[in-house]
C-alpha cells in the first residue's frame, strides 16, 4: 500500500531555474515529512523536513510547501545548480509508529 | 564517530546461498531500521529496533529473512535460501528515539545470480 505518491518520476531543469517535485498523502496521522536526496552509490541524506503546524519551511535554495487541507507537500529549488542533480525522496512519519514512509522518488538532471 | 557503517558495500551470491549483512549504526542512536531499495523505487522498510528489541516487522520480511541486534549496538540482516527476487540494496539507518530524522548508511548492494 502506498501511501505517500510522488511526481514527476524524472525533472530536467535547466541550470538557475525552479525544481518542483510534488507529494500526495493519505494518513493524516503523519506527523512529519521530510525530503531526502539520494546520490548514485550512497545512501539517502536527509535535506529538509516540516512538520503539519505550518504552511512553508525554507533553508536555502530548498523549500518545503505544506497543505495540510489538500494532504499535499511540496519541494521546491531555487536557482537550480548541476550538483542538485539526484533522486529526491518525499517521505512521512506518523506520531504512532517509528518508521519513515517514502516515496517512489524524482530523478532531477540539472542542465548545465 | 563517521556515521552509519555498512559491510560489505557489494554481495554477489548465488541464488539458495546464505547471506549476512552488518550495520553500525552512530553510537548515541538507540534506533536502528533495515529497509530494502529496488532501483528506481524508493526505500521499503524492514524492520526496526530499538536497543535490542526488534519491535516492528513488515510483511516484506519472509521468514528467510532475520535481523538481530544482540547488544543494542550493531545489527545483522540474514537472509537464507536467497532467490534471485533478494537482489537489491539493503539500507540500514538510525536514530536517536524521540528526534525524528533518520541517518542511513550508503547500503549493501546484493546480486543473486
Redesign the interface.
Known amino acids: 500500500q502506498q501511501q505517500v505518491k510522488q511526481s514527476p518520476q524524472s525533472l530536467i531543469v535547466q541550470k538557475g531555474g525552479i525544481s518542483i517535485i510534488n507529494c500526495a498523502y493519505e494518513n493524516t496521522a503523519f506527523d512529519y515529512f521530510p525530503w531526502y536526496q539520494q546520490f548514485p552509490g550512497k545512501g539517502p541524506a536527509l535535506l529538509i523536513a516540516i512538520r503539519p503546524d505550518v504552511s512553508e519551511k525554507k533553508e536555502g535554495r530548498f523549500t518545503i510547501s505544506f497543505n495540510k487541507s489538500a494532504k499535499q507537500f511540496s519541494l521546491h529549488i531555487m536557482d537550480s545548480q548541476p550538483g542538485d542533480s539526484a533522486t529526491y525522496f518525499c517521505a512521512a512519519r506518523g506520531s504512532s509508529a517509528s518508521k519513515i514512509i517514502f516515496g517512489s522518488g524524482t530523478r532531477l538532471s540539472i542542465r548545465p | 564517530d563517521t556515521g552509519?557503517s555498512q559491510n560489505p558495500r557489494h554481495k554477489i551470491t548465488k541464488r539458495g546461498q546464505n547471506v549476512t549483512f552488518r550495520c553500525d549504526p552512530i553510537s548515541e542512536h538507540n534506533?536502528l531500521?533495515w529497509y530494502r531499495q529496488t532501483l528506481?523505487?524508493?526505500?521499503?522498510?524492514l524492520t526496526?529496533f530499538?536497543n535490542e528489541a526488534q519491535?516492528?516487522k513488515s510483511r516484506l520480511l519472509s521468514d528467510r529473512f532475520s535481523a538481530e541486534r544482540p547488544k543494542g549496538s550493531f545489527s545483522t540482516l540474514e537472509i537464507q535460501r536467497t532467490e534471485q527476487g533478494d537482489s537489491a540494496m539493503y539500507?540500514c539507518?538510525s536514530s536517536l528515539e524521540g528526534t525524528?530524522?533518520?541517518?542511513?548508511?550508503?547500503?549493501t548492494r546484493l546480486t543473486v545470480v
Do not use: C, D, I, M
Not at chain 2, 525524528?100 to 547500503?107: E, I, K, N, R
Open positions: 552509519v534506533r531500521y528506481g523505487q524508493g526505500p521499503e522498510f526496526y530499538q519491535l516492528e539500507l539507518a525524528y530524522g533518520y541517518t542511513f548508511g550508503s547500503g
